[in-house]
């Protein structure tokens, strides 16, 4: 097997050729690449929220004088004198109606948007604006809200076999864990400048993972044909899911443009970004699971309860992975919404399964203490190339060679058997895994393939690249496909006018744009071929299959001396040049045989302090399974990405409610904590690398996703073999070890 390996050294990392470079590394790191707030446009006005001091009530009157008399200000919008929105009459718009009424559903919410001549006159005006409220009782507490029932909302359930068969079992456990909400705080804040080219039609530079979603939003939103609004996010500075819809900063940054009639820019500030573009709900489960002497599973129950806002629905597929990911006959599951006065959560990286993840692979871990078996053996005997739930083969799955990998590379047989007793240097030290899995998707998308007289390729699709490398990896494909040189390669993204390209999420953007970029070199090919035969003496005779096309040339596979470049072919050709649109669509029936997922494991050891509980992560290794792997560096960067956000997760990362003002009263980087960059253990990161020839053409699925998910369990897992100490509430602190609190 092809596997493709960093080791923590890094030693391979600088192996790799430079093709596997970042195309557009150089601009971002150089400041070339421009990100939506960096935009500035001839006349433009600056905006900014002012936000509720309330989390639930009427917002009796605004006093806006005197902001309106401070310098620059140019309007000051509210609820009193916000334009009419074609959307929010007729509910075309899915989010909190923002500066609409004088109802306030959150602490933060905006209630009112200054616009002026320059930033600082704007937010200058902010402690100008005066509003009165009127409170309303509101419930923030989900741990509290959660025990009464008749809050919940939305509750599905899922049966297979019988419920509950878990406790039938001669082994089982039952355990409930729960993580608080938390942030996706990108690099980049949210930002939207809005202008309107005239009456009816709207351009938007916005911070968006979806620039057709977002036109698509705003046309509704704004009563337009598609066609008269354009989005662009050239570059993306980060999202994590936040980014996958649009949020106030849109909707306000096109009415205040429109009724100044002047281009808008509106960023959102680093607290904002906390309370007004979502976050991952806080969410409590309860797991039992239960096997027999030798470690099959009997029953898994699984029930999860998820926040949302009182005005929207968000719901999370909490319990989904446990009804697939292992064999079991009985499995039921439960989910519900909990309505809170927050705001609207959303996806975030792992959307459901990350969540999911934490308790199943906890609650196998759990298990596997009580069965006395190796936590790796109870998941190899549950193991299953067929999906349980819909009963379709996975399209390919190599869990058994991430185990290989994982316990050899972390050092698997050093591990305690009797958590608790093994000490170095001091130190409590533990061993710990857990696995990952997300769907594998492939959509439909729309490539324009351009092949210039200069034998340069352009392709171009709206889709976006928050970070992960599409760029990259869509060149790449293209370059292989077309065996032509990267750098003649030129991937256009980020820009509603292209070609239509789905949203960047769910991990499916490489298998869907990929597929598409490929099949739109393959059929350029095709042209070329056609284009020989027509117009080049030398291949007048020949059939197409007789030629392929290489090192930018036509050539005759039988006799490589009969060849022709394709600039030169171009010039024989009436056009000069290729030019076409090729639409890919999603899976075939062929591929809707199967099921695809792609899978992760990962292994992490820790020391845990004796005396005060201090938790530090030694070492880590990740392993994916997704097919092949276009741009390994990339591609070892989100796998890294995912190792950082989950020891985040694991340890320190925790949206904390005063729940006496409904507020979040840790809304900036100096108080929610993201994992320092010394709290990152050398991480060495393994690829299955095969193709996953069932899933499409290219045979790459996603990891964006299963970088993460999975990741906080390996360290709960490490943490209880090191210290015997199970904690099933994240993030673990030493408090939560029992430790007294260091002063
Ligand atoms: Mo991801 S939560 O699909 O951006």
């Known amino acids: 097997m092809n596997n493709i390996h960093f080791d923590e050294n890094n030693t391979n990392y600088f192996k790799l050729d430079f093709a596997d470079e970042?195309?557009?590394?150089?601009?971002?790191?150089?400041?070339?690449?421009?990100?939506?707030?960096?935009?500035?446009?001839?006349?433009?006005?600056?905006?900014?929220?002012?936000?509720?001091?309330?989390?639930?009530?009427?917002?009796?009157?605004?006093?806006?004088?005197?902001?309106?008399?401070?310098?620059?200000?140019?309007?000051?919008?509210?609820?009193?004198?916000?334009?009419?929105?074609?959307?929010?009459?007729?509910?075309?718009?899915?989010?909190?109606?923002?500066?609409?009424?004088?109802?306030?559903?959150?602490?933060?919410?905006?209630?009112?948007?200054?616009?002026?001549?320059?930033?600082?006159?704007?937010?200058?005006?902010?402690?100008?604006?005066?509003?009165?409220?009127?409170?309303?009782?509101?419930?923030?507490?989900?741990?509290?809200?959660?025990?009464?029932?008749?809050?919940?909302?939305?509750t599905v359930v899922y049966k297979r076999g019988t419920e509950n068969k878990f406790k039938e079992a001669p082994v089982f456990i039952e355990a409930e864990y729960t993580i608080p909400a938390e942030v996706h705080l990108p690099m980049e804040m949210h930002a939207t400048i809005a202008f309107w080219e005239g009456e009816d039609k709207v351009t938007l530079y916005d911070k968006t993972q979806g620039p057709k979603s977002t036109q698509s939003t705003v046309a509704r939103t704004f009563g337009l044909s598609d066609k008269n609004v354009r989005v662009i996010a050239e570059n993306v500075g980060g999202g994590f899911g936040s980014g996958l819809r649009s949020w106030a900063n849109v909707p306000a940054a096109v009415m205040a443009s429109k009724k100044l009639n002047r281009p808008v820019k509106l960023v959102l500030t680093r607290p904002?970004?906390?309370?007004?573009?979502?976050?991952?709900?806080?969410?409590?489960?309860?797991?039992?699971?239960?096997?027999?002497?030798?470690?099959?599973?009997?029953?898994?129950?699984?029930?999860?309860?998820?926040?949302?806002?009182?005005?929207?629905?968000?719901?999370?597929?909490?319990?989904?992975?446990?009804?697939?990911?292992?064999?079991?006959?009985?499995?039921?599951?439960?989910?519900?919404?909990?309505?809170?006065?927050?705001?609207?959560?959303?996806?975030?990286?792992?959307?459901?399964?990350?969540?999911?993840?934490?308790?199943?692979?906890?609650?196998?871990?759990?298990?596997?203490?009580?069965?006395?078996?190796?936590?790796?053996?109870?998941?190899?005997k549950n193991f299953t190339t067929v999906n349980p739930e819909n009963k379709l083969p996975f399209s390919d799955i190599n869990l058994k060679d991430c185990y290989a990998y994982g316990k050899d590379k972390i050092g698997w047989k050093n591990r305690p058997t009797v958590p608790g007793s093994l000490k170095e240097n001091g130190w409590l030290i533990g061993y710990g895994m857990a696995n990952g899995v997300f769907g594998a998707g492939k959509g439909a998308a729309t490539v324009r393939a351009l092949l210039n007289q200069d034998g340069k390729l352009t392709l171009e699709c709206a889709v976006s690249d928050m970070?992960?490398?599409?760029?990259?990896?869509?060149?790449?494909?293209?370059?292989?496909?077309?065996?032509?040189?990267?750098?003649?390669?030129?991937?256009?993204?980020?820009?509603?006018?292209?070609?239509?390209?789905?949203?960047?999420?769910?991990?499916?953007?490489?298998?869907?744009?990929?597929?598409?970029?490929?099949?739109?070199?393959?059929?350029?090919?095709?042209?070329?071929?056609?284009?020989?035969?027509?117009?080049?003496?030398?291949?007048?005779?020949?059939?197409?299959?007789?030629?392929?096309?290489?090192?930018?040339?036509?050539?005759?596979?039988?006799?490589?001396?009969?060849?022709?470049?394709?600039?030169?072919?171009?010039?024989?050709?009436?056009?000069?040049?290729?030019?076409?649109?090729?639409?890919?669509?999603?899976?075939?029936?062929?591929?809707?045989?199967?099921?695809?997922?792609?899978f992760s494991s990962h292994y992490v050891k820790v020391a845990v302090h004796p005396k005060d509980g201090t938790i530090k992560i030694l070492q880590v290794v990740t392993t994916g399974d997704a097919g092949k792997i276009i741009s390994p560096k990339t591609a070892r960067s989100q796998m890294i990405g995912g190792v950082v956000g989950g020891i985040g997760m694991a340890l320190t990362e925790q949206l904390e409610m005063d729940h006496q003002s409904g507020q979040i009263i840790n809304a900036s980087f100096g108080a929610y904590k993201v994992p320092l960059h010394s709290q990152i253990p050398p991480t060495d990161v393994w690829f299955v690398d095969k193709p996953d020839v069932n899933m499409n053409s290219i045979g790459a699925k996603g990891i964006g996703e299963i970088a993460l998910i999975g990741f906080a369990a390996a360290v709960t897992n490490a943490v209880y073999n090191a210290t015997g100490k199970r904690v099933r509430d994240l993030p673990i602190t030493p408090a939560k070890l029992g430790f007294k609190a260091k002063v």
């Open 272 to 380: 904002q970004m906390f309370t007004l573009v979502g976050y991952r709900p806080q969410s409590w489960q309860k797991i039992g699971i239960g096997a027999d002497a030798s470690g099959r599973f009997v029953g898994i129950t699984h029930e999860a309860i998820s926040g949302t806002s009182r005005y929207e629905d968000f719901r999370e597929g909490i319990v989904n992975v446990s009804k697939f990911l292992y064999a079991s006959d009985n499995v039921d599951t439960k989910y519900s919404m909990l309505p809170l006065d927050m705001s609207t959560p959303v996806w975030m990286r792992g959307p459901g399964e990350a969540t999911g993840s934490y308790g199943l692979e906890s609650a196998i871990d759990e298990l596997s203490y009580k069965l006395k078996m190796d936590p790796i053996a109870l998941r190899l």
């Open 22 to 154: 970042r195309v557009d590394g150089a601009d971002k790191v150089t400041g070339k690449a421009k990100y939506t707030a960096e935009y500035n446009l001839p006349n433009m006005a600056y905006a900014v929220f002012v936000t509720s001091t309330i989390a639930k009530g009427t917002i009796k009157n605004i006093d806006t004088a005197k902001a309106m008399a401070s310098p620059g200000v140019l309007d000051v919008i509210y609820y009193a004198n916000c334009p009419s929105v074609p959307g929010y009459i007729k509910n075309e718009w899915r989010g909190h109606k923002v500066l609409y009424d004088n109802q306030v559903k959150f602490f933060g919410q905006p209630i009112a948007l200054i616009v002026a001549d320059s930033l600082e006159n704007a937010n200058a005006a902010i402690r100008l604006v005066r509003a009165e409220y009127e409170s309303q009782a509101f419930e923030t507490n989900f741990d509290l809200a959660r025990k009464d029932a008749s809050k919940l909302k939305g």
């Open 467 to 598: 970070g992960p490398g599409t760029t990259t990896s869509m060149t790449k494909i293209a370059a292989t496909a077309m065996q032509m040189p990267i750098e003649k390669v030129k991937f256009k993204l980020g820009d509603s006018d292209l070609p239509p390209g789905p949203s960047q999420g769910g991990s499916g953007t490489t298998s869907t744009v990929g597929s598409a970029v490929d099949l739109a070199c393959s059929t350029l090919k095709q042209n070329l071929k056609d284009l020989a035969i027509k117009y080049a003496p030398a291949f007048a005779s020949l059939k197409s299959d007789a030629l392929e096309v290489k090192n930018e040339m036509v050539l005759a596979v039988a006799d490589p001396t009969i060849k022709i470049a394709i600039v030169d072919l171009l010039q024989l050709s009436p056009d000069k040049k290729i030019d076409m649109t090729i639409a890919s669509s999603g899976k075939t029936a062929e591929q809707l045989k199967f099921t695809s997922n792609s």
